[in-house]
């Protein structure tokens, strides 16, 4: 068998100067990465995915001067957030110089651009003279990959290689701000917490997504999608209800064990948020990949990562809309 993952950042240079797409590891989920620079490489990001070429990627680099390179104007509140949070799981939105292409985004003017934080990634970016563009590396609207493997699974034929950095610690997606007229505005809530930022910056807008009116584009409803069914609410009732079925049970901190059910799978038994974040992607991946009719899920409680944790919970759960 070929071994399609490891730490050579060489061999991973140079498929990525080459215009082949690779998996990086990053602190919050695994992206499927690209020469953002290249218009060839990035349309194939779009075709490996199968995403809809209306929603556009972010851009990974390592320092805020390369990024200047690429954006115009960067909002004085905006230099206070990286300060804070870069490198880290923050996703800032800014004005794009003509360098972008319009099909990184999405042929909007402004671009998504983040400095993540583990180290192997980094240390790549600090080799290239290119940004990355580079989105979750999971077919359009699965559940998002938090190790190398979880990459190979279903996009093993599409990428050159898996830059192996271990399973994500933060293990959901970056929060994004954007600064629509100079207003500070969250437009997914993720591994910075929205506290963490308004402690920064004062008050912040959080602006909820829709699938029947995208306030931006690609911020759809329905995602993080397991194929089995999920439905929240309180495990014990859930229980009841779906006596006759197959049942995976998903909850915060407590195992439920004189009950009837075919897989558990606890969060976080010490109670911890960021555990809870971590290991979510992983166990709803696991529950997917079990023999179950259903999986019932609680919400944790809503503050701090368990808001952007609940949103996840809530997307997957979402019934496919056709
Ligand atoms: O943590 C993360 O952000 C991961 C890792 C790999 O960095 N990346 C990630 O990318 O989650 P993706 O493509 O799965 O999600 C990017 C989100 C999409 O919802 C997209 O619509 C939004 O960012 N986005 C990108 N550019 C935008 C822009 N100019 N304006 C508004 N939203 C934008
Ligand atoms: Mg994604």
Known sequence: MVLNKGKDLSKVKILLEEGHLVGIPTETVYGLAANAFNSEAVTNIFKAKQRPAFDPLILHTNS???????????????????QAFWPGPLTLIFQKKQLVHDIVTSGLDTVAVRIPRHPLTLQLLSLL???????????????????????????????GYVLDGGACEVGIEST????????????????VEIEAIESI???????????????????????????????????????????EKRIGILSFQKSYNETHYSKQIVLSPKGDLAEAAKNLFTALRELDNSPLDIIISELLPEQGLGVAINDRIKRAAVAEQH
């Open 64 to 82: 805020l001067e390369k990024i200047k390179t690429f954006v115009s104007d960067i909002p004085p509140i905006a230099y206070k957030l990286a």
């Open 129 to 159: 003279d290119f940004p990355l563009a580079a989105p979750s590396a999971n077919p359009f609207g699965y559940i998002s990959p938090t190790t190398a493997d979880h990459v190979l699974t279903h996009l093993g034929d599409k990428v």
């Open 176 to 191: 994004i701000v954007g600064f629509p007229n100079n207003e500070p505005t969250v437009y997914r809530k993720g591994g």
């Open 201 to 243: 910056i004062g008050k912040v807008t959080v602006n909820e997504h829709s699938n029947s009116q995208p306030q931006a584009p690609g911020m759809l409803k329905k995602h993080y999608s397991p194929k089995t069914s999920l439905v929240i609410g309180h495990i014990n009732t859930l229980l009841d209800k779906h006596q």
